[in-house]
């Protein structure tokens, strides 16, 4: 794969390929905090505890079992564009198989109606969207008036020292330990496409722009990781 990945164009093809190995970078290279960070998106949802959720760009379902286990009466649909991914989630299933379903397709052009969502989330996924206003307003679409959009995504921490520190960990270690287990080039692309990522309050400008009402952003572990959120109007149909 070249090293000048551009999102949107090989994204399938280099999830399809890191598939196998996906759950076990997560947790290695996250060092487990990446549980933390997706069982936030799921607080900051604010689910009343029924309903339907949409897991965008889902990847082998973490969230979407973190929903499931969060709120025992929530339906989710976890859509990807990627097999392996979704293949992957398969098994993690469990009993919470009767509630979550899958999907495959694209957040750029959701195969859902309008209007039935209570709550959506994407994790670690809007970053490798093309057209990222596109699926914004996808989401708006899908969302019942008064429901909320979660974005939970990789930023750039904002203290000196923890930037630096982490550039040097994402530019160095993280390739290197994704080389030997499974992809180096999909380990680079991921410091690559955190450091292209708009900056926070240019993200919230793009919910805005999409629609989204009262948007909000809280930093997680020193700004490593930043979770967003907006609503989609009430009444408004
Ligand atoms: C880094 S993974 C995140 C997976 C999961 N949300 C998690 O928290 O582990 C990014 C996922 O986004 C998916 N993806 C990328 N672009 C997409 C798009 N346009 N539509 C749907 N899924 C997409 C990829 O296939 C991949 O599974």
């Not at 993690?92 to 495959?104: C, P, W, Y």
């Not at 019942?144 to 270690?173: D, H, N």
């Amino acid at each position: 794969m070249p090293t000048d990945y551009r999102p949107g164009q090989d994204t399938r093809d280099l999830f399809d390929r890191i598939a196998p190995r996906y759950d076990l970078l997560n947790r290695l290279l996250s060092f487990g905090i990446d549980r933390r960070w997706r069982r936030a998106a799921v607080r900051a949802l604010e689910l009343s505890g029924t309903g339907r959720v949409l897991d965008a760009a889902t990847g082998t379902g973490d969230v979407a079992l973190a929903i499931a286990a969060t709120y025992s009466q929530v339906e989710i649909a976890g859509l990807d564009l990627s097999a392996n991914m979704l293949r992957g989630a398969v098994p993690k299933l469990t009993s919470a198989r009767e509630r979550i379903s899958l999907v495959q397709g694209s957040c750029e052009n959701l195969p859902l109606t309008d209007a039935i969502f209570d709550g959506a989330v994407i994790a670690f996924g809007i970053r490798n969207v093309l057209r990222r206003e596109v699926a914004l307003r996808e989401f708006f679409r899908v969302l019942k008036p008064g429901a909320r959009l979660v974005v939970l995504e990789f930023s750039q921490p904002t203290r000196p020292l923890l930037a630096g520190l982490y550039r040097w960990y994402s530019r160095k270690i993280l390739p290197h330990v994704g080389g030997l287990l499974s992809d180096s080039a999909a380990y680079r692309y991921l410091p690559d496409s955190v450091e292209v990522f708009p900056a926070r309050r240019d993200f919230l400008a793009m919910m805005e722009k999409a629609g989204f009402r009262c948007p909000g952003h809280q930093d997680l572990t020193g700004g490593i990781v930043t979770l967003y959120w907006g609503c989609r109007p009430s009444g408004m149909l």
